[in-house]
């Protein structure tokens, strides 16, 4: 029952009923449910749309439409969340400013810069703002990191790592069982092709100076998908490089080095079969390493830890610490913090300026090799 200190839940809209909807944003609505309700879902695929629907534990059962634009005008929705295909992200963004709600746009937020001054010129004329989904950003270990290195004061090289087999292993043992359904129209398919089509072309011809390739093509797929979740974390922990000193871009492994004015970045990811999440951060400073742990998000409840290995004692000791400060997954973190953001009016720092930043970076990587 709402109550002034505790007002009613807020009630969502769900544009994009797959996999990261399924296995992550609906069971943490449900378990949410004091702040959040699911009223009405959209998606292209009928078959997702009546699955998700099922999956709903609100109290009467969500609205549904393949129309993001009939959701986001709805007056049993207040706030927006997209996790639809990246390249309908902004669109869906813009139709839920238009109606005034706050919106909540899984990463990347968006692939080209036109794209990113669209929605930022619809934001400053709505009620609502928008809030990024980079959840490794809320997860408990980051913000201890954050808390623990106090700057970037005396770091003299970083490792970030992101080495992982493909999703479906985890999200396959995850306990959700999501599903996946064919059953997209011809005509939504076409639409698809087309806006994404659209979309890489602009990000590497027109924003980057880049001929396109198959192989650009795929990078940026892949910096938007796993890379975004580290290269954002990167920039809140230590801002943005000067640039990249060498890289080298293979789509089932890519290193990159990026070069801050007094250390060195050493960004390592890609895909290979061993079922083990490999990602971490280490910032390595001259009396302590501090390490952030992450392991898959896909499996509720794993811990992030963050690990301090330092000089202890008069100086010829040593020490490790292990910080496992919650339980709470980065998902629930984050979405705590939306609720925040749009109760109690709180500035979200995964905003469209920081997400725009992102972009910078895709340009630096994918321009420093041929
Ligand atoms: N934060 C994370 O950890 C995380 C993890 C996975 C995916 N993601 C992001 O979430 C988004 C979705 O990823 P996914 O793995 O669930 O993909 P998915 O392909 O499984 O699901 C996307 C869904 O959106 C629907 N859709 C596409 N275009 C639409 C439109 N115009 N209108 C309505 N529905 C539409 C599709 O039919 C599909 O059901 C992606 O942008 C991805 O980058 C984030």
């Not at 869906?92 to 400013?97: C, E, I, R, T």
């Not at 599903?179 to 011809?205: C, N, P, W």
């Not at 980057?208 to 580290?230: C, E, I, N, P, Y």
Request: charged share 25%.
């Amino acid at each position: 029952m709402a109550s002034p200190s505790q007002p009613r839940p807020i009630r969502i809209g769900l544009i994009g009923c797959g996999e990261i909807a399924q296995v992550a944003h609906i069971p943490t609505l449900n378990f949410l449910s004091t702040k959040f309700t699911l009223t009405y879902l959209c998606d292209i695929n009928p078959k997702a749309l009546a699955f998700c629907a099922s999956r709903c534990s609100s109290a009467s059962p969500p609205k549904t439409t393949q129309d993001a634009k009939e959701l986001c005008a709805s007056e049993v929705v207040d706030a927006v969340l997209v996790c639809s295909s990246d390249a309908f992200h902004v669109f869906h963004g813009v139709y839920a400013l238009e109606n005034g709600k706050h919106v909540f746009i899984e990463k990347p937020l968006a692939l080209c810069k036109s794209d990113i001054e669209m929605l930022k010129a619809t934001e400053s004329t709505s009620k609502g703002r928008v809030f990024v989904g980079y959840m490794r950003r809320y997860a408990s270990a980051f913000l201890d990191a954050v808390k623990e290195l106090g700057g970037t004061e005396g770091i003299q090289y970083v490792k970030v790592r992101d080495i992982i087999c493909p999703n479906s292993i985890f999200v396959n043992q995850s306990g959700t069982f999501p599903q996946k359904f064919d059953g997209i129209s011809e005509e939504d398919m076409k639409a698809f092709l087309k806006r994404d089509e659209e979309v890489t072309l602009e990000a590497l011809e027109v924003d980057m100076g880049l001929a396109v390739t198959a192989k650009r093509k795929t990078m940026l797929r892949l910096l938007g998908g796993l890379g975004s979740h580290d290269l954002s974390a990167m920039r809140e922990l230590l801002g943005m490089p000067r640039g990249v000193l060498g890289a080298r871009l293979s789509p089932t492994m890519w290193t990159v080095l990026f070069d801050y004015p007094n250390f060195a970045v050493t960004y390592e990811s890609g895909f290979n079969s061993i079922p083990l999440f490999d990602a971490s951060i280490e910032i390595f400073t001259e009396n302590k390493v501090v390490t952030i742990k992450y392991d898959t998000p896909y499996v509720k409840g794993l811990p992030t830890t963050m690990i301090v290995r330092e000089k202890a004692g008069d100086g010829t000791a040593y020490q490790e610490r292990v910080l496992r400060s919650s339980y709470e997954d980065p998902y629930t973190k984050q979405m705590g913090e939306w609720w925040e953001c749009m109760v109690h009016g709180k500035e979200a720092k995964t905003n469209i300026d920081d997400a725009a930043l992102e972009l910078e970076l895709f340009k630096m990587i994918l321009k420093a090799v041929d």
